[in-house]
């Protein structure tokens, strides 16, 4: 398995959101992940960036999908995003339904 052959999948994007990304940053995820059974071969492999990644962590596709989506929930308990949100230091989120960049793009 090639690190280069995963980087071009999505030509240079993380397959999950879409940022462009350098090769050297490229992480390599398990889309089935390892401890759940995930091959280490180029069909399980998908380049993500770090942020993904790491919010991925050992969740299925399914499972960061739901993660992602609730993540408003959770910022609505918090006081400081409230409080950004009131002074429109930030934009009002959107609750649309998470659809990532793999699928949105076709694989190389
Ligand atoms: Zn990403």
Do not use: W
Not at 20 to 29: F, H, P
Not at 36 to 54: A, F, V
Not at 94 to 103: A, D, G, N, T
């Amino acid at each position: 398995m090639n690190r280069r052959d995963i980087y071009n999948k999505y030509d240079g994007h993380c397959a999950y959101c879409g940022k462009k990304i350098e090769y050297d940053d490229m992480t390599v995820d398990h889309i089935i992940p390892q401890s759940k059974g995930g091959k280490d071969n180029l069909e399980n492999t998908i380049p993500s960036c770090q942020l993904c990644n790491n919010q991925k962590g050992n969740r299925s596709v399914e499972e960061f999908r739901e993660f992602v989506a609730n993540i408003v929930d959770v910022l609505d308990e918090n006081k400081q995003y409230r409080l950004a949100l009131r002074y429109k230091k930030i934009a009002v989120v959107k609750r649309s339904p998470i659809v990532f960049y793999f699928e949105q793009t076709k694989e190389k």
